[in-house]
């Protein structure tokens, strides 16, 4: 079982950068792929990134460049630095742990907006 905490969301300005944090709680956090998904408004949840157990990733096209993912095995924790952001990342941001199941969070907001 693994709880997973987000924080780091907010409003931002296009262009401007946000770096998310998900706190994870539990055993084994070494073993899980972690990821980030996003939900906006009247939309289906998408893949973001993912970073896997040996730490190689993968990016959806619409964000390859501008976000990066990272983890951190020693303090169970997972990070995505945004940079150049745009109005249509606006979103809930979801952390997601990845073995035998699936875990995810409770999301942070992330509104890109002048």
């Known amino acids: 079982q693994v709880q997973l905490v987000e924080s780091g969301g907010g409003l931002v300005q296009p262009g401007g950068s946000l770096k998310l944090s998900c706190a994870a709680s539990?055993?084994?956090?070494?073993?899980?792929?972690m990821g980030w998904y996003r939900q906006a408004p009247g939309k289906q949840r998408e893949f973001v990134a993912q970073i896997g157990t040996s730490g190689s990733t993968s990016y959806a096209d619409s964000v390859k460049g501008r976000f990066t993912i990272s983890r951190d095995n020693f303090n169970n924790m997972v990070y995505l630095q945004m940079n150049s952001l745009k109005p249509e990342d606006t979103a809930v941001f979801y952390c997601n742990a990845k073995w035998v199941s699936d875990f995810w969070g409770q999301g942070t907001q992330v509104t890109v907006s002048s």
């Open positions: 539990g055993h084994l956090f070494s073993k899980y792929a």
